[in-house]
Antibody, heavy 124, light 111 residues
Framework: EVQLVQSGAEVKKPGESLKISCKGS????????IGWVRQMPGKGLEWMGI????????RYSPSFQGQVTISADKSISTAYLQWSSLKASDTAMYYC?????????????????WGQGTLVTVSS | QSALTQPASVSGSPGQSITISCTGT?????????VSWYQQHPGKAPKLMIY???NRPSGVSNRFSGSKSGNTASLTISGLQAEDEADYYC???????????FGGGTKLTVL
């Protein structure tokens, strides 16, 4: 069974750094793109970026380029989303999700498997 | 403002059919057959319902169907059930540097 298990909720202060994780299991972690999706309170889904763990090829939405860093450690089947300096506006639920199809060529065939979400709260 | 436009809300009675639209441009919806639809219940992660415009993943009810005409994609739910009440999001590949964009979401109410 494919599973994506995300790290727990975080409460941080503005200016602090943070790295949240997404551990994949039940499939070949290096063969599928994993993306990150933001959902601000009461709002819709936003595509942040995506990584291919096999070779760490990473793409970002321009809205998030330079604001976050997406990475992966294939030795422990885990993808990461990190911030160097959080803002109150980063308060949101963050989901990782795996593309339906495999392969290093980016083929946007939908996110079929999702993590449970990590709630990040940034408040002074 | 979302790149893809969806109605904020739709409603229908049990047993009826409803359609949710998702309007983009020739750079996204109209240019590629890479439209997906997601269902999200409150407090839950989204669930993929349709991919590649009209394909259903294994396990998704055949009451859900997708189509596209020009720059507008549509999700149709037939035989509405109470459990279908949720938020629905479309997404599409885009030739812009964004790569993929979501619609603003549609809240479906089953009356």
């Amino acid at each position: 069974e494919v599973q994506l298990v995300q790290s727990g909720a975080e409460v941080k202060k503005p200016g602090e750094s943070l790295k949240i994780s997404c551990k994949g299991s039940g499939y070949s972690f290096t063969s599928y793109w994993i993306g990150w999706v933001r959902q601000m309170p009461g709002k819709g889904l936003e595509w942040m970026g995506i990584i291919y763990p096999g070779d760490s090829d990473t793409r970002y939405s321009p809205s998030f380029q330079g604001q976050v860093t997406i990475s992966a450690d294939k030795s422990i089947s885990t993808a990461y989303l990190q911030w160097s300096s959080l803002k109150a506006s980063d308060t949101a639920m963050y989901y990782c999700a795996r593309l339906r199809g495999s392969g290093s060529y980016y083929n946007p065939v939908g996110f079929q498997h999702w993590g449970q979400g990590t709630l990040v709260t940034v408040s002074s | 403002q979302s790149a893809l436009t969806q109605p904020a809300s739709v409603s229908g009675s049990p047993g009826q059919s409803i359609t949710i639209s998702c309007t983009g441009t020739s750079s996204d919806v109209g240019g590629y057959n890479y439209v997906s639809w997601y269902q999200q219940h409150p407090g839950k992660a989204p669930k993929l319902m349709i991919y590649d415009v009209s394909n259903r993943p294994s396990g998704v009810s055949n009451r859900f169907s997708g189509s596209k005409s020009g720059n507008t994609a549509s999700l149709t739910i037939s035989g509405l059930q109470a459990e279908d009440e949720a938020d629905y999001y479309c997404s599409s590949y885009t030739s812009s540097s964004t790569l993929e964009v979501f619609g603003g979401g549609t809240k479906l109410t089953v009356l």
